[in-house]
């Protein structure tokens, strides 16, 4: 059973950074095919924040694609020895203010952390 769990949300100013991490248990990040990060703001639909998709035949290739709002403040990496990924959140601005999810997805299917908070403050 794979479970992820993620953590290092909080409260920042705006203009700050902070970096979330997701630990995965019964799976691998080197296994899955497409890991991320998704978000969800109150009344809002969850929406993909940024993936890396496992490309050829090696683990440690991969496609990073993030979303226009996030592009260039944002980044995703991997730690496969320590089978964590992270997200690493720059200049932060009150509407990046959401519930933050990591996600992997493999053969078996797709699975959610349990989400953690981050509140940017103006």
């Known amino acids: 059973q794979v479970q992820l769990v993620d953590s290092g949300g909080g409260l920042v100013q705006a203009g700050g950074s902070l970096r979330l991490s997701c630990a995965a248990s019964g799976g691998y990040f080197s296994s899955f095919n497409t890991v991320g990060w998704y978000r969800q703001a109150p009344g809002k639909q969850r929406e993909l924040v940024t993936t890396?998709?496992?490309?050829?035949?090696?683990?440690?290739?991969?496609?990073?694609s993030y979303a226009d709002s996030v592009r260039g403040r944002f980044s995703i990496s991997r730690d496969f020895a320590k089978n964590m990924l992270y997200l690493q959140m720059n200049s932060l601005k009150p509407e990046d203010t959401a519930v933050y999810y990591c996600?992997?997805?493999?053969?078996?299917?797709?699975?959610w952390g349990q989400g953690t908070q981050v509140t940017v403050s103006s």
């Open positions: 996600t992997a997805q493999g053969r078996a299917g797709t699975y």
């Open positions: 890396v998709s496992r490309t050829g035949t090696t683990n440690y290739a991969g496609t990073t």
